[in-house]
């Protein structure tokens, strides 16, 4: 992750972009690209976008991280340690031994 994190902030600083970017504006770019993203599916059954989709399905997702990461770089956030700490939290939230029951 790491690796990822120092190439998009490279490219963006390469450019000079930073300067361009405020939280405001990244986060409806990240919800933008989400709902590309999202165009993919519509009308369509998950076997059907993907069959038809899948590249720009992909593209969607990296262009969501990427805004996802500069996002956290403006406000300082350190992403793994955020990702870690969720996980945990949803560990107690939702326990492996519920996990296994059936809705009746």
């Given at each position: 992750m790491i690796e990822i994190i120092q190439k998009v902030l490279e490219?963006?600083?390469?450019?000079d972009w930073k300067k361009y970017h405020n939280e405001k504006d990244l986060a409806i770019s990240i919800s933008l690209e989400a709902n590309e993203l999202l165009e993919n599916?519509?009308?369509r059954t998950s076997e059907e976008a993907i069959a038809e989709?899948?590249?720009?399905?992909k593209e969607e997702m990296a262009d969501i991280l990427i805004y996802l990461v500069q996002l956290a770089d403006k406000m300082d956030i350190n992403l793994e340690e955020e990702v870690?700490?969720?996980l945990l939290k949803n560990a107690i939230k939702y326990p492996v031994n519920k996990s296994e029951e059936k809705v009746k």
């Amino acid at each position: 992750m790491i690796e990822i994190i120092q190439k998009v902030l490279e490219f963006r600083d390469e450019r000079d972009w930073k300067k361009y970017h405020n939280e405001k504006d990244l986060a409806i770019s990240i919800s933008l690209e989400a709902n590309e993203l999202l165009e993919n599916f519509q009308w369509r059954t998950s076997e059907e976008a993907i069959a038809e989709s899948k590249q720009n399905i992909k593209e969607e997702m990296a262009d969501i991280l990427i805004y996802l990461v500069q996002l956290a770089d403006k406000m300082d956030i350190n992403l793994e340690e955020e990702v870690s700490n969720k996980l945990l939290k949803n560990a107690i939230k939702y326990p492996v031994n519920k996990s296994e029951e059936k809705v009746k």
